[in-house]
């Protein structure tokens, strides 16, 4: 219920004895044959007590009915005038209480550039933009949560040691736009998701205590990013995960560079990236960048990657799978270039809702 149609509530409660009155006397007025002449009665003689007194008690009633009519009238009058200048000020308000979150828009956009393509509901607003930097090429989604159900993480054929392709998950679910998720590993031909993974608030395989350089990231029932690495599953149940994978390393932790481990600075240098993160005011962006191939000598190194996400004021981010996994589809279309030259099929993938 919004702040409108609460006021418009309270007022209605308020008003509603007052209002029913008027509408019984507006539903039943006083008959006109109980208007007496007093013509005929003028004689003190011609009546008796009991009758005079009645009359005089219908002339009193007709014009304590008349006041009363009166009254109302003024009461709903000003009720009316009420509610218009209570929704006004509400509407005022809540334009208001928006600018901020405008202005801080305003200046996420103008890091971006213009966005070459939007889908925006009730639930998602999604502006896709061009990454062009001098060493790297990829593409920019920012995505506003309106409704927290707006994004979900997809199991490959919902069940553990399957894999689909980004574009596959999107096509299953009916999903605007997607994007893979966490690592993986392969034993005996099937591909299973790595460390902790979380779907519909429950631990897939259990919970596995952070080890090395791994994360985990996923959203809470706020459709709030949340992430980072967990020795305990208590420590992560206080964050109360809805969904959530696990993958390596850590980029932006509360609007600070972490270090990023020597192994994942080499191996490779340069590859496909794609890489979720959040502003200060929750909203997601995804990098998704391109290369030619895993060998190290084409897409983007961690550490370029993390300072162009900490120039353009990104808070939190982490570094999903990504090579040949690295996939972005939006409005049924992959938007990037696989470097596989084919979609990789992965276990789990993040996608978004109209």
């Known amino acids: ?110 890091k971006l550039g213009n966005p070459i393509e939007t889908s925006e509901s009730d639930k998602i607003r999604i502006e896709l933009f061009r990454v062009n930097a001098v060493t790297y090429k990829g593409y920019a989604m920012k995505v506003k949560l309106k409704d927290p159900s707006a994004m979900r993480m997809s199991l490959a054929g919902e069940t553990l040691g399957s894999s689909e392709t980004t574009l596959k998950a999107v096509e299953r679910h009916g999903a605007v736009a997607g994007i893979n998720a966490g690592g993986f590993a392969d034993q005996d031909g099937k591909r299973y998701p790595l460390s902790t993974t979380v779907m519909d608030g429950k631990y897939v395989t259990g919970f596995e205590s952070s080890f090395k350089d791994l994360y985990f990231v996923g959203l809470n029932g706020s459709g709030k990013l949340i992430g980072g690495q967990f020795r305990q599953q208590a420590e992560l149940d206080r964050l109360q995960p809805r969904f959530g994978a696990s993958f390596v390393p850590i980029l932006l932790k509360n609007g600070q560079k972490t270090p990023i481990p020597t192994k994942w600075k080499a191996s490779p240098k340069r590859a496909p990236r794609t890489i979720i993160g959040s502003y200060k005011d929750d909203q997601l962006i995804i990098f998704v960048i391109d290369g030619y191939n895993e060998g190290g000598r084409s897409g983007a190194t961690l550490e370029e990657i993390q300072g162009q996400l900490y120039k353009i004021g990104v808070v939190n981010a982490y570094n999903l799978d990504g090579g040949g996994s690295s996939t972005l589809v939006m409005n049924g279309r992959v938007v990037n270039h696989p470097s596989d030259g084919n979609m990789r099929p992965v276990p789990t993938n993040f996608l978004f809702f109209r």
């Open 1 to 110: 219920m919004t702040r409108i149609q609460r006021t418009n509530r309270f007022f209605m409660l308020l008003t509603a004895p007052v209002l029913g009155l008027l509408l019984c006397l507006l539903l039943f007025p006083p008959r006109p044959d109980l208007q007496l002449d007093t013509d005929k009665y003028k004689t003190a003689s011609s009546l008796s007590p009991s009758s005079a007194k009645l009359l005089q008690d219908l002339e009193k009633a007709e014009v304590s009915a008349k006041s009363t009519s009166a009254s109302l009238k003024k009461t709903l009058t000003l009720y009316n005038e009420t509610t218009r200048t209570m929704s006004s000020i509400v509407q005022k308000a809540s334009v208001q209480a928006q600018r901020p979150e405008n202005i801080y828009d305003k200046r996420i956009r103008s």
